[in-house]
Each structure stands twice: as structure tokens, then as C-alpha cells.
């Protein structure tokens, strides 16, 4: 089967030669024309490959033209030192989606770019064969080890794959053999950010981690919380990674990437929420670090070409990091504010009612994250409420975002308020009927 793997993997690359060619985008835009980069790679998860040339693959093209176009600009550092994939690389786990991925990425990268990758077996990349087989196959293909520890330009890369035992996600020989990594990474250069991959978010750490949203893993938290060097880049969950929440401090730093092929979200509790169109959102991370150890994270759109927001990690040698703590964050962010002028507007239909928002606006940093509308009676008694996203994960979202009903027999007015990411909700706009 590895000699059928090889043979895939050099079939594909030929074709990719011959019929790819380069997806054409627009170059991301630097905001921080301050800030010099030494270092730059690309972080990413959720590639979902299955065939040559599918959607997975064109998204990993485009990541990687992209990130190489901003790298271009850059009269500083025009480099792309690594690209990492946490994660899901496959969507079924199968030989030909191994060979598909390896092939997209032979043809695409260059000299200077060192590709490193993660399986996870407990997930879609083990779906086909099991988790040891799945491992080996990994392995022989990629020529790497699926738990690596890498330095690339003076830089420490730590990843874990899932475990290939069935009885365990990850097992205590990975766990420890964690620590032992990191500790030889601080030892080596104690002021440096050591980067830390697995697919999985740590729990109660970046949006989606937390245990009622279901996609953390708490196996590796006692560890990490030693090393404050640590900045842990994880996937699975595939929430927005220019969310703020999806950046979190404490005594390490975690990021979750958004992973390249679809969004999804927890709201009011309930989770793997799909809104429409949410098969076009493909995030990952471009981060760059300067000569003080200073790391710039980029959150880029794909699908636009575009960064959608930046995060400055200023203090990666802090015991205790507060920048992007969640805590300190929502303490200090202000509610969304609607303009003087905004105003809902109503049409009611022969089958339904439509009522449209305004956005509102909120200070930078923070994110309208839902709107939601309340259909109520003369007496202020509710009879109709929902919620809709306000699509600040796209690049281009729209001005206004309308809600479709059914209006209520007795309904009197309505009132929409706009929520940020951390639940505070502004003046409400209201039409009466």
C-alpha cells in the first residue's frame, strides 16, 4: 500500500502541474506597517481533502498564493519560512485524499517553505483505515513523525497527532513527552514563543473550547500551564478565528485558526450551528514575529484575499498574560452602538413579514456577533423572538441584516438590539406596526 501511496503522490503532482496553475486573488493588506518581521508561517486546519483538485485542495493553493503574495510586499522579509496544517487534513481518511493533499502541497510550496503537518485519527483523518493504520500511512507519505518536534529558523514547532491506541485520545507517554519538548524549547530559547499543534482547542480556552460547545480537549492543560512561552494554535471546531474569542490569554496563549473549510457556532447554548453560506468561509493564520519576540497574528480570509484583523502577542515571557484575557476583555469592551440616524424598516407580504437592521457599529477589537428581534404586544408581552448572525465573518458583510416571519396575531412593535461577542446588547431600534 506505501508504494501505491508514492506513486499516487508523484501522478498527482504531475497533474497539478500540468492543469492547476495559480488561483487569482487579490494580495492581503499589512496593517501593521511598524512591525518587522525576522519570521513568518502560515497556520492553518481543516483542509478536508478527498479528490485532486476539490475544494480542499483549491483553498490550500490559494492560502498558500496568498500568504506568498503579502510575503512579496514585504520589503523587510519576503519570506514564508513554514506552513502548518492542525488537523482534519483528509475528510475521509481514505489513500487517495492523503495523496490528493501531499500532491497540492509538492506542487504549491516552495524551496523556503517547510511543510508540517498532524493527523487526527480520532477525527476524520481516522475514519478509513483506524487510527494506527491511519498514523503509518501518515508517516510514510509526509515523511514526518506524527508527534514532532521541529526547529525551523531557530524556532521551536511542537506537535501531536491523536493517539493510535483505541483506548486513548491521547495517552500519558504523549502528555509527558509534551513536557519533556517544551521544556528542552524554554531551555534553549527561554524568550522566544514555542509553538505548540493539536487539532483539538484546549478546554475552556479559545470560542468552541468551552465544555457545553464540545470541541476542547483537557488532556494537555496542565502542562501547557507551565510554560508561558507557549502559544498553542489548535482547530476541530471550525469557529471564526477573527471572533475575539477565538484568541485567549492566561498562563499560556491559545489561538484557534478557523480552519479552510466551513464556519460553525454555539449560540444561546445550542452548537454545530451552520448559517447560510457557511461553506464559503475558509480562515487560517498568518503569523510573523519580530527581533523583540513579538508576534503578529493576521486572521485571513480566503476566500476574499483579505486580513480580517490582527492580534499584537507583546508579553509571550509573562506568567500571567491578561492582553486577550476573556475576562479583561469584556470588561472593558462597550456595547454596539446603532447611528443617530438608523431606523428598522418593515415589509409585510402576502406570506410573511420581513423587518431589516441596520449594522451597528462597535469599537475595534470587539464584534456584533447577533441581532436579535423581539415581536411583541400592546402590553409589551413577547410573541415572536430569533436571532441572526450579523456575518462579521466574512470580509465583505453586508449593511443591513433582516429577519423573515410569520408576523403574530396581536403583534404591536418589534425591537431589535445588536450583541457583541461577549453578550453585551445595545439600545434597541423599534417599529410599531
Sequence with gaps: MKALVSVLVSFFTVLISIFGGWVSVDAPKDIEDDFVPVFRFVAASDTHVMTLGDTGCRRIMKMVKQAYALADKDADYNTVDAVVVSGDITDDGAMMSYAAYTSTFNHVLRDETQLLSLVAVNSHDGN?????????????????????????????????????????????????????????????????????????????????????????????????????????????SHYPANDPRSIWQDSFTAIGDGGLSYAEFSVDGVNTIHPQNYKTVAQALILEIDADNRVLVKVLDITAGEILCTYLIDNVTEPVKTKYSHEARTLAANAPVFADDAALTFKDGLIGAAVTVPQASVEDGNEVFVYRIFVKNEVGEVLYSAWEFSQYYFADRPDSITFNFTKPIGAAYAEVVAEDVWGQQSEALTYTF
Design 128 to 236: 478509513f483505515y483506524g487510527k494506527q493504520a491511519s498514523l503509518d500511512m501518515f508517516e510514510h507519505v509526509l515523511q514526518q513523525d506524527s508527534d514532532s518536534h521541529i526547529v525551523v529558523n531557530g524556532y521551536h514547532f511542537i506537535s501531536l497527532s491523536g493517539s493510535g491506541e483505541e483506548d486513548y485520545h491521547y495517552t500519558s507517554d504523549q502528555i509527558e513527552w509534551l513536557d519533556e519538548q517544551l521544556h528542552i524549547a524554554v531551555t534553549e530559547a527561554p524568550q522566544q514563543p514555542v509553538f505548540v499543534f493539536q487539532h483539538e482547542h484546549i478546554t475552556d480556552t479559545v470560542f468552541g473550547s468551552r465544555t457545553h460547545e464540545g470541541w476542547g480537549v483537557p488532556y494537555f492543560t496542565d502542562v501547557l500551564n507551565k510554560y508561558p512561552q507557549v502559544i498553542d494554535i489548535s482547530g476541530h
